[in-house]
């Protein structure tokens, strides 16, 4: 099976739905002609295979692009557009949050809005905060919205293809960390449906539901426990919204346990979300209080060390595991 | 080219229909609970509706705003489905879910209404530029207000509709206003239209209270936007008579320059101008006002009868 990073996964699904629909375009900041230049990355070659009428350039202009999505939408293209950083969603909000996602609402069910906004997120280049906040819980609050956040290169792939010929908005957040860790891809054609949690393990012990980079830390911890004869069932959600709640409940009432784990802070973070919904709905399956590990919440911290001490890792999974174990 | 008697005839309709549509609802909007929301009306500025929308053909898009009304009746919307929805009834537009504000009637190419000031351009852009991706021989015109000028989104959406020579018409309703502000206490500039320099773009100011010089210089617009030339910026010069809102008592604008204003209406000038030309009949006039105003009350008839949508169907429409 070929060894690809997320970019390169993401790459593939770029272009095998572009060659299979024309009305698929691309926009972005440096989505063509990038001030990086690395196979490693998403939108790599595309300029060159599809020409700059289907891989825009775009000038620096966030709610220009998101709007361009927008409307080309309506219209019945396919847009996918690319937020470099995901901290700078927040210049494009406006046009995702109060159009995408809700104008077909208004329309009563009139007019379509089928795009896909690719945002790279993650903590661990020493950026610094307006380059590295996780802000898939902002993006989750809204109806309207679907929200794929992958962990493997694999799952990227076929969920990416999935957002792009789902008719409604998807937003679809790519750790950049993930990049450079290859994972196996399956060649050819498939689709992973949005809104489909994965056990990436299972375990009889206690649940990790977490997402994005968090799994690697999650099947690491996991790993070790089990030489200490504690099995860990990991439940990947590769979707937020909407939420595979059937699955995360399956699983929990089987183990009675819950640690939810997420990179992005803490208060107001979409842990919060699972663990209600789990008080909600498998109270009676639980032996023993659920925990959350996640980012502090402070803003993700330049220096080396601290943006380290910033990112969960598997030693703080580890202990909240055994605590309620 | 400047409008044919057609199109002058065509506008006169329109506006005396929107005059007729909106002086219903500030009447049905003085009856506690009869409308729910916000009621945002543009009387007295229903030649720049009328005007751009003659010039424009089925194919071509708008984008519009809050204050949207003559915009649509101009681009051929049903006044009872307008009517409708504008009452939150089920058999609406957007079956009760838009209300007044947020307007969508794709099948006459006004797909998107957005309320946020400055929220039309963007969208009109990514419209427009579906035309020229697929070679589409059609325009997008975007509707804002003198105070959506001052948004960042509108500045963003102007540079990439040049840069990319897309095929929008950038309309600026200058009525004024914006909320409880007046133009120079929010823009310095004497006028909108010059920022088109920087954006290396056409742009014009026109006098939004007449009909004629709105339409020829949509006509003369579109051309350009046509040939692949792109976007051009025009701001017509008009008033907002009534507040921003019906609810707004309007204690700001001061009521000899709301005298001056409707003093020179737009609709009486066309008429006026028409019947000097002799291009319609005062019979013809007094026909096209009895039929506007037989439209109208067949419009609230309608809507007052229908029914509101059902509580399930708050959950229909979310997704495709």
Redesign the interface.
Same mark, same amino acid.
């Given at each position: 099976m070929q060894q690809l990073g997320m970019g390169q996964a993401v790459n593939q699904a770029l272009r095998e739905e572009m060659i299979r629909d024309q009305n698929v375009f691309i926009a972005g900041e440096g989505v063509g002609v990038s001030i990086h230049d690395s196979p490693m990355l998403p939108t790599h070659g595309l300029l060159e295979a599809f020409g700059a009428k289907r891989v825009r350039d775009t000038p620096v202009s966030e709610a220009a692009i998101a709007g361009l999505a927008v409307g080309a939408a309506e219209a019945g293209l396919k847009p996918i557009i690319e937020i470099m950083f995901n901290p700078f969603f927040t210049l494009a909000s406006d046009m995702i949050v109060n159009h995408a996602a809700k104008l077909r609402y208004l329309s009563g069910g009139k007019s379509s809005f089928p795009l896909v906004v690719r945002m790279k997120s993650g903590a661990g280049f020493g950026a610094g905060c307006q380059h590295s906040h996780n802000l898939e819980a902002w993006v989750a609050h809204c109806p309207g919205l679907k929200v794929v956040m992958p962990s493997t290169p694999a799952d990227a792939k076929g969920l990416l293809k999935s957002a792009i010929r789902d008719p409604n908005p998807v937003i679809f957040i790519e750790d950049m960390m993930l990049y450079f860790a290859p994972g196996p891809v399956p060649s050819g054609e498939y689709l992973i449906p949005i809104g489909k949690a994965d056990v990436k393990r299972p375990g009889r012990d206690v649940t990790v539901v977490t997402w994005s980079k968090m799994l690697g830390v999650a099947m690491g911890a996991a790993e070790k426990l089990a030489a200490e004869g504690i099995e860990v069932e990991v439940v990947d959600l590769r979707t937020l919204a909407p939420l595979d709640k059937k699955t995360i409940l399956a699983s929990v009432r089987k183990t009675g346990r819950l640690v939810v784990l997420h990179e992005a802070s803490r208060t107001g973070g979409f842990a919060g979300e699972i663990a209600a919904v789990v008080m909600e709905e498998a109270f009676d399956s639980l032996k023993t209080p659920l925990r959350r590990v996640t980012g502090p919440d402070i803003p993700v911290p330049a220096s080396p060390p601290l943006e380290r001490f910033f990112i969960p890792d598997e030693e703080q999974l580890m202990t909240a595991v055994r605590e309620i174990v | 080219m400047s409008a044919s008697k057609e199109k002058k005839l065509e506008m006169l309709r329109t506006m005396l229909l929107a005059r007729k549509f909106e002086e219903a609802l500030t009447e049905l909007c003085a009856i506690k609970g009869k409308i729910p929301g916000m009621m945002i009306l543009c009387t007295g500025q229903e030649a720049v509706g009328a005007g751009v929308c003659a010039a424009l053909e089925s194919r071509d *898009?708008i984008?519009t705003n809050h204050r949207s009304h003559s915009h649509l009746l101009a681009k051929g919307a049903d006044p009872k489905l307008l009517m409708a929805e504008i009452f939150c009834k089920k058999t609406?537009?957007? =079956?009760? =879910?838009?209300g007044t504000l947020?307007l +969508?009637v794709?099948?006459i190419g006004a797909?998107?209404t /957005?309320t !946020?000031v400055g &929220?039309s351009?963007?969208? +009109? !852009?990514?419209? +427009?530029? +579906?035309?020229q991706?697929r070679g589409e021989r059609g325009v997008?015109v975007c509707f804002i207000g003198d105070g959506a000028a001052n948004e960042? /989104?509108v500045h963003? *959406?102007m540079?990439?509709a040049s840069?990319w020579n897309l095929p929008v018409i950038f309309v600026c309703e200058n009525n004024m206003y914006a909320g409880a502000q007046r133009y120079e206490e929010h823009t310095k500039a004497a006028n909108i239209s010059d920022r088109a320099a920087g954006y290396a773009m056409p742009g014009v100011a026109v006098d939004g209270n007449d009909a004629v010089a709105v339409h020829d210089s949509v006509t003369q617009a579109r051309q350009r936007a046509l040939s692949g030339q792109g976007p051009t910026l025009i701001e017509y010069k008009t008033y907002r008579w009534r507040g921003h809102g019906e609810a707004d008592p309007q204690l700001y604008q001061p009521k000899d320059e709301i005298a001056r204003w409707q003093a020179a209406c737009p609709i009486p000038r066309l008429r006026g101008d028409m019947l000097a030309q002799g291009l319609v009949t005062a019979e013809e006039v007094k026909d096209m006002e009895e039929r506007a105003a037989a439209i109208v009350q067949e419009a609230v008839r309608f809507a007052e009868e229908s029914p509101y949508p059902a509580l399930h169907e708050a959950f229909?429409?979310?997704? &495709?």
């Amino acid at each position: 099976m070929q060894q690809l990073g997320m970019g390169q996964a993401v790459n593939q699904a770029l272009r095998e739905e572009m060659i299979r629909d024309q009305n698929v375009f691309i926009a972005g900041e440096g989505v063509g002609v990038s001030i990086h230049d690395s196979p490693m990355l998403p939108t790599h070659g595309l300029l060159e295979a599809f020409g700059a009428k289907r891989v825009r350039d775009t000038p620096v202009s966030e709610a220009a692009i998101a709007g361009l999505a927008v409307g080309a939408a309506e219209a019945g293209l396919k847009p996918i557009i690319e937020i470099m950083f995901n901290p700078f969603f927040t210049l494009a909000s406006d046009m995702i949050v109060n159009h995408a996602a809700k104008l077909r609402y208004l329309s009563g069910g009139k007019s379509s809005f089928p795009l896909v906004v690719r945002m790279k997120s993650g903590a661990g280049f020493g950026a610094g905060c307006q380059h590295s906040h996780n802000l898939e819980a902002w993006v989750a609050h809204c109806p309207g919205l679907k929200v794929v956040m992958p962990s493997t290169p694999a799952d990227a792939k076929g969920l990416l293809k999935s957002a792009i010929r789902d008719p409604n908005p998807v937003i679809f957040i790519e750790d950049m960390m993930l990049y450079f860790a290859p994972g196996p891809v399956p060649s050819g054609e498939y689709l992973i449906p949005i809104g489909k949690a994965d056990v990436k393990r299972p375990g009889r012990d206690v649940t990790v539901v977490t997402w994005s980079k968090m799994l690697g830390v999650a099947m690491g911890a996991a790993e070790k426990l089990a030489a200490e004869g504690i099995e860990v069932e990991v439940v990947d959600l590769r979707t937020l919204a909407p939420l595979d709640k059937k699955t995360i409940l399956a699983s929990v009432r089987k183990t009675g346990r819950l640690v939810v784990l997420h990179e992005a802070s803490r208060t107001g973070g979409f842990a919060g979300e699972i663990a209600a919904v789990v008080m909600e709905e498998a109270f009676d399956s639980l032996k023993t209080p659920l925990r959350r590990v996640t980012g502090p919440d402070i803003p993700v911290p330049a220096s080396p060390p601290l943006e380290r001490f910033f990112i969960p890792d598997e030693e703080q999974l580890m202990t909240a595991v055994r605590e309620i174990v | 080219m400047s409008a044919s008697k057609e199109k002058k005839l065509e506008m006169l309709r329109t506006m005396l229909l929107a005059r007729k549509f909106e002086e219903a609802l500030t009447e049905l909007c003085a009856i506690k609970g009869k409308i729910p929301g916000m009621m945002i009306l543009c009387t007295g500025q229903e030649a720049v509706g009328a005007g751009v929308c003659a010039a424009l053909e089925s194919r071509d *898009a708008i984008i519009t705003n809050h204050r949207s009304h003559s915009h649509l009746l101009a681009k051929g919307a049903d006044p009872k489905l307008l009517m409708a929805e504008i009452f939150c009834k089920k058999t609406g537009y957007n =079956k009760g =879910k838009s209300g007044t504000l947020h307007l +969508a009637v794709p099948e006459i190419g006004a797909p998107c209404t /957005s309320t !946020v000031v400055g &929220a039309s351009p963007p969208i +009109a !852009v990514g419209r +427009a530029f +579906a035309q020229q991706y697929r070679g589409e021989r059609g325009v997008t015109v975007c509707f804002i207000g003198d105070g959506a000028a001052n948004e960042g /989104s509108v500045h963003e *959406a102007m540079n990439l509709a040049s840069v990319w020579n897309l095929p929008v018409i950038f309309v600026c309703e200058n009525n004024m206003y914006a909320g409880a502000q007046r133009y120079e206490e929010h823009t310095k500039a004497a006028n909108i239209s010059d920022r088109a320099a920087g954006y290396a773009m056409p742009g014009v100011a026109v006098d939004g209270n007449d009909a004629v010089a709105v339409h020829d210089s949509v006509t003369q617009a579109r051309q350009r936007a046509l040939s692949g030339q792109g976007p051009t910026l025009i701001e017509y010069k008009t008033y907002r008579w009534r507040g921003h809102g019906e609810a707004d008592p309007q204690l700001y604008q001061p009521k000899d320059e709301i005298a001056r204003w409707q003093a020179a209406c737009p609709i009486p000038r066309l008429r006026g101008d028409m019947l000097a030309q002799g291009l319609v009949t005062a019979e013809e006039v007094k026909d096209m006002e009895e039929r506007a105003a037989a439209i109208v009350q067949e419009a609230v008839r309608f809507a007052e009868e229908s029914p509101y949508p059902a509580l399930h169907e708050a959950f229909e429409d979310v997704f &495709a």
